[in-house]
T-cell receptor
Framework: DGGITQSPKYLFRKEGQNVTLSCEQNLNHDAMYWYRQDPGQGLRLIYYSQIVNDFQKGDIAEGYSVSREKKESFPLTVTSAQKNPTAFYLC???????????FGPGTRLTVL | KNEVEQSPQNLTAQEGEFITINCSYSVGISALHWLQQHPGGGIVSLFMLSSGKKKHGRLIATINIQEKHSSLHITASHPRDSAVYICAVRGLGAQKLVFGQGTRLTINP
């Protein structure tokens, strides 16, 4: 069953705790992306990676960290430095020719 | 001002109506994408356009590069079309997409 897996679908954490969101893909895509979605706003890019062991900051990287040790995996850590972490987080993979992005099902993070 | 603006933000219509969602952008682009997000949150890609018009079933997407404008049309709308429709653009030479805020479409039976 090919695709992008994000788990869990719903995640609750206490304020001040770091939390790691998983994203796994078996599409063999080089590029992977993390987005944040808030009500009434467009998707905003947190981090992206075009190749293993390399990643770049997106538009709202502060308070987040990522790693890309394997092609299949691009975990996102929401640190305690992120002021307003409650949001819907989407992981995506991408192809270059044609340029297309494929989205995972998302994780809804609630920080209490 | 956002680089990508969609209108309307919310749209409610009756089953069978012809639907138009608009997207305007302010930068030069290599492609424009229309995406659909269902209430569960999953996003699927509907179209990628760099010129002209594309059609898939009851969905039609058009783009006017000179006017920096794209439209998504739905003919014979159905309640299952209810979703958030998102426009996204890839800037010239960019390795990422910039997204509009989305249009929430509700089709009533």
């Amino acid at each position: 069953d090919g695709g992008i897996t994000q788990s869990p679908k719903y995640l609750f954490r206490k304020e001040g705790q770091n939390v790691t969101l998983s994203c796994e893909q078996n599409l063999n895509h080089d590029a992977m992306y993390w987005y944040r979605q808030d009500p009434g706003q467009g998707l905003r890019l947190i981090y992206y990676s075009q190749i293993v062991n390399d990643f770049q900051k997106g538009d709202i990287a502060e308070g987040y960290s990522v790693s890309r040790e394997k092609k299949e995996s691009f975990p996102l850590t929401v640190t305690s430095a992120q002021k307003n972490p409650t949001a819907f987080y989407l992981c995506a993979t991408g192809t270059d020719d044609p340029y297309t992005q494929y989205f995972g099902p998302g994780t809804r993070l609630t920080v209490l | 001002k956002n680089e990508v603006e969609q209108s309307p933000q919310n749209l409610t219509a009756q089953e069978g109506e012809f639907i138009t969602i608009n997207c305007s952008y302010s930068v030069g682009i290599s492609a424009l994408h229309w995406l659909q997000q269902h209430p569960g949150g999953g996003i699927v890609s509907l179209f990628m356009l760099s010129s002209g018009k594309k059609k898939h079933g009851r969905l039609i997407a058009t783009i006017n590069i000179q006017e920096k404008h794209s439209s998504l049309h739905i003919t014979a709308s159905h309640p299952r079309d209810s979703a958030v429709y998102i426009c996204a653009v890839r800037g010239l030479g960019a390795q990422k997409l910039v997204f509009g805020q989305g249009t929430r479409l509700t089709i009533n039976p």
